[in-house]
């Protein structure tokens, strides 16, 4: 059994940077996408209930999240993180 510590300049700790950040990217778009689903589909249930207030409500949390999206987005690659 090896127990071979990784020096934190080692090409093999940069990897496993790498992997720990492309899963808590995937993760973080993830619950992003739910949240935005959640909404909609909560928008169009009060619409179809005729719970005005609700739907209003719920369309612009959709809009909210879409458009803080689109600025991450915007921000992540001009900044190059």
Known sequence: MSTRVLAADS????????????????????????????????AINAARFRRRRLAITMA??????????VIIAILSSVHGG
């Open 60 to 69: 612009w949390v959709v809009g909210v999240l879409t458009i803080a999206g």
């Open 11 to 42: 090409p093999a700790a940069d990897s496993v940077a790498a992997d720990s950040s492309a899963a808590l990217l995937t993760l973080g778009i993830s619950l992003y996408s739910i949240a935005i689903l959640v909404c909609l589909g909560v």
